[in-house]
């Protein structure tokens, strides 16, 4: 339960700064660790080791800012 509570208070500041951050920080990716910022980076590789050097796999979101969440179709 403590996984999941945290990955909805990562999930909850992205959503709350979506919008400022695409603007400031476009096509990047946000690693945000519970209510904590960690960075933003350009390759996702990097922000995956930012996060990795710092916390437990599994305890941290990657996520890529976009204005509007793109839409994937699977046939």
Do not use: C
């Not at 992205?14 to 603007?23: G, S």
């Not at 990047?28 to 710092?54: P, T």
């Not at 976009?66 to 994937?72: G, I, L, R």
Request: charged share 25%; aromatic share 16%; no cysteine.
């Amino acid at each position: 339960m403590l996984a999941q509570s945290r990955f909805q208070n990562e999930l909850q500041l992205f959503e709350a700064n979506r919008e400022k951050w695409a603007h400031s920080h476009p096509a990047q990716y946000v690693v945000i660790h519970g209510k904590e910022v960690v960075g933003f980076y350009a390759e996702f590789e990097n922000a995956l080791d930012a996060g990795l050097r710092k916390f437990e796999r599994g305890t941290f979101l990657v996520k890529q800012i976009f204005e509007k969440e793109p839409v994937y179709a699977i046939y």
